[in-house]
């Protein structure tokens, strides 16, 4: 079992940066390649980023490219997203999720993670 607690969410005035962390309990954290997703009020969650098990490989949605950077620090059993450039539609409730790779899915599907934490709320004033 693998519990995932968000935090580093706030406000923060458009061009500005935050960094969200991911702390993440049990070891199994280190054999999962974990994810980054946002929900906005009315709208379905969607993919921002994802990083390998061992850290080398990541992925981006198109919003986040060139702004965003995911990492993870396995002695920390942490996942990070740093952005930057934030702008009023990166506005949204951030969560990160752990995938078992129980299936090979689709990894920008929400469907493909087992683990969710609770969330962290970003609003970017305009």
């Known amino acids: 079992q693998v519990q995932l607690v968000e935090s580093g969410g706030g406000l923060v005035q458009a061009g500005g940066s935050l960094r969200l962390s991911c702390a993440a309990s049990?070891?199994?954290?280190?054999?999962?390649?974990m994810g980054w997703f946002r929900q906005a009020p009315g709208k379905e969650r969607e993919f921002v980023a994802r990083?390998?098990?061992?850290?080398?490989?990541?992925y981006y949605a198109d919003s986040a490219k060139d702004r965003f950077t995911i990492s993870r620090d396995g002695a920390k059993n942490t996942a990070f997203l740093q952005m930057n450039s934030l702008k009023p539609e990166d506005t949204a409730v951030y969560f990160c999720?752990?995938?078992?790779?129980?299936?090979?899915?689709?990894?920008?599907?929400?469907?493909?993670?087992?683990?969710w934490g609770q969330g962290t709320q970003v609003t970017v004033s305009s």
């Open positions: 999720a752990a995938d078992r790779q129980l299936t090979a899915g689709t990894i920008t599907s929400p469907s493909e993670y087992e683990y």
């Open positions: 049990g070891r199994a954290f280190l054999s999962f390649p």
């Open positions: 990083i390998s098990w061992r850290g080398d490989s990541t």
